[in-house]
T-cell receptor, first 115, second 115 residues
Framework: DQQVKQNSPSLSVQEGRISILNCDYT??????FLWYKKYPAEGPTFLIS?????DKNEDGRFTVFLNKSAKHLSLHIVPSQPGDSAVYFC??????????????FGKGTTLSVSS | GAGVSQSPRYKVAKRGQDVALRCDPI?????LFWYQQALGQGPEFLTY????????KSGLPSDRFFAERPEGSVSTLKIQRTQQEDSAVYLC?????????????FGSGTRLTVV
């Protein structure tokens, strides 16, 4: 049973437009969420995170929104650039800022940004 | 080194063969994780070390999987009598003791193909 779900396997966006990647979760004990970006033949790299005490976190072109009541989060990329083309993984952690906490990942969404 | 280093990058094993995958974490990182990523899936937790102590091995799929980190730095994931279902990318990640907000730093992974 998947605890972290990314229901869109792929997303295509034009350069300069907004990319919105979505993630749903089922475990109410999750209170810490992260987005990772992965290029082919490389490991995932950390992008941005948010804790449950916030509903928004912004870092440059990247913003993550959290709706705890809906158990839903989204990653917005504005403006999208061709270099953003990658697989994006949503991940959740049940314990805030604790060593040894295993992250639970979704299956990923492949973003393609065309120029 | 500057990042998490994994070797080999690619490994082809005949079914029934034993394999050993190496992870060299970022210097000073206390926590070390192993994840398995099957094709089209997100990374799934295998095991966690804090220094040389293996504190969580709940994700290891069978007793054919064994991990060690004897001196608290380099770690080895060993798979005995490999099966086709073991084919996956094996990712190693490391972090500082309390770096949860920034997630973990992943290596590029070892792609294991069992034929």
């Amino acid at each position: 049973d998947q605890q972290v779900k990314q229901n869109s396997p792929s997303l295509s966006v034009q350069e300069g437009r907004i990319s919105i990647l979505n993630c749903d979760y089922t475990n109410s004990m999750f209170d810490y969420f992260l987005w990772y970006k992965k290029y082919p033949a490389e490991g995932p790299t950390f992008l941005i995170s948010i804790s449950s005490i916030k509903d928004k976190n912004e870092d440059g072109r990247f913003t993550v929104f959290l709706n705890k009541s809906a158990k839903h989060l989204s990653l917005h990329i504005v403006p999208s650039q061709p270099g953003d083309s990658a697989v994006y993984f949503c991940a959740a952690s049940p314990v805030l800022n604790q060593a040894g906490t295993a992250l639970i990942f979704g299956k990923g969404t492949t973003l393609s940004v065309s120029s | 080194g500057a990042g998490v280093s994994q070797s080999p990058r690619y490994k082809v094993a005949k079914r029934g063969q034993d394999v050993a995958l190496r992870c060299d974490p970022i210097s000073g990182h206390v926590s070390l994780f192993w994840y398995q990523q099957a094709l089209g899936q997100g990374p799934e937790f295998l095991t966690y070390f804090q220094n040389e102590a293996q504190l969580d091995k709940s994700g290891l799929p069978s007793d054919r999987f064994f991990a060690e980190r004897p001196e608290g730095s380099v770690s080895t994931l060993k798979i005995q009598r490999t099966q086709q279902e073991d084919s996956a990318v094996y990712l190693c990640a490391s972090s500082l003791a309390r770096a949860g907000y920034y997630g973990y730093t992943f290596g590029s992974g070892t792609r294991l193909t069992v034929v």
